[in-house]
């Protein structure tokens, strides 16, 4: 009888933290951000029925005088750019008592696409790289892959480090997108 209740009692322990592991078949994707075929990149869909000139405004409006946005084409329903140099958003109240890796301090640079479709839009941001800092006369790049990539480049790393700076990146690129009144909506 003790056996039995001991057996019970492992196994009861034993599914209950299986619980608190990942999904073993979600390992490619991490909040808004998927990986696939080696590549990161942060994909969300917004519903709001905003035209391409709110969008372009509010890019722009994240510019500095070294860096910032650049809308490279619009077309009917998409839009392309790049981002250089620009420095995320670290002052917003989520992550004030959070630590801030080293590399998140530097400059990021990316590409993004805003497709429109309907009432709601869908952003893409891929080629994430971090300009670091000067060692001698060249600049280091560090890739977004490079820090968040495990086991063979086809699953997002178990570091609870990365994946934390992979989630403020995450918050950065959803406030950086959302225009205000939004809501995330996953039919697009």
Known sequence: MKKLLFIAFVLINFSAFSQLNRDPYRDSDEGNFYLRNGKAYFQRTYNAGASFDVLVEKLKSYNTPNGGFQIKKVENDKLNGVLINYHL??????????????????????????????????VTVSNIWFSGPVNSGSQHQLTLESMVIGKGGVVFTKNKKALLALQMIDENFQEMFKIIGTTKDMRF
């Open 89 to 122: 958003n670290w002052n917003y109240k989520q992550l004030k008592s959070k630590k801030i890796p080293a590399f998140l301090k530097y400059p990021a640079n990316a590409t993004y696409e805003i497709e429109k479709n309907g009432n709601a839009y869908q």
